[in-house]
């Protein structure tokens, strides 16, 4: 068995349930969460034969960052729940493997403690009703050193988990949360996901911070193309891990229309959810995408290992898209296209 596939395992004997179950879990029935991993594997591979496979390249640029391996590690909160150290261990793994870090706005640690590991690290935003705390966290995350704001923008509400007993939100510490913001100056409705926004909050995350912004949540090429035309530098095709519409199409299936939507714009094209092998994210950058991003592996990895654990994954992964890549004839990353494989689902 893979050191990967014995990660949830061995998390879930240091977690406390509740938070085990918060990172594992999805919304309402859990079909999304549960079918994400089968998706990518209803992708067959079309082999190329008798090409020269003896150097290999897996290094790419996101948003021109270099990354030696088109893995990156997704946002989410509650990182010191897994490891005592949080968001820093998580970006000293992550930095560790020359990789790119996304950071939650809610995250536990202060940006600036996240920025001075050195990692290479997006914000992820949501907006609020209260745009001051949005503003404060984005100048917060600007001057800390973060390269591209990525908006979540698939959750004007939050996904409604079915809890059976007490959730995480019991027993985490109040200060594991919103680390970026006094939250004693708001109230919870300040807090409220905004669910009045449309393309414009686009320009508007790009004028107030200066940075490229890159559109997480989309699951449709004619979304893709508004968010493109509205400005932004990328998309993640995402359903947020399965959390928050269920029933929502697996990103795997989503990917092709949005890649082939955006073909030619310059507009980067990231996926997550369910990627767990080197061929998934094989098959993720011959249908299109510039990298993919990993959200539970992370957390399991940091659970269990700490940073050491975090590098070890993407370098696990490395490695096996790197085996994956000579197999499939096609020694580049990005050389890769959509007749390298054929969905018979
Ligand atoms: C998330 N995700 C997430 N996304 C986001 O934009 N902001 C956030 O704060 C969080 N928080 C979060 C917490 C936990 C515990 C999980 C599991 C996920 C979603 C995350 O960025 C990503 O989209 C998915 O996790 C990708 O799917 P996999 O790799 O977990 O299957």
Sequence with gaps: MRWIDGLEAAAAEKLPEPVHRYYRQGSAGGISVGEAVEAWNSYRFRPHILTDVSQVELGTTVLGTPVDVPVLVAPSTLQRQADPAGETAMAAGVAAANSVLGVSSNAGTPFAEIGATGVPWWLQIYVVRNRDITLRMLD????????????TADTPVVGRKEDDGPTVWDVIQPSHLLANIDEADYTDDDFAKADDLGPDVIGWLAERTGLPVVVKGVLRGDDAKRC????????????HGGRQLDGSIPTAWALPEVAESLAGTGTEVYVDGGIRRGEHVLAALALGARAVFVGRPALWALTVGGAAGVTRLLGDLGDELDHALRLIGCPRVDQLSPDLLRSYR
């Design 140 to 151: 917060a995350a600007v001057e800390a050193g973060a390269r591209a704001v990525v908006l």
């Design 228 to 239: 493109a035309d509205a400005g932004a530098a990328g998309v993640i095709v995402s359903n």
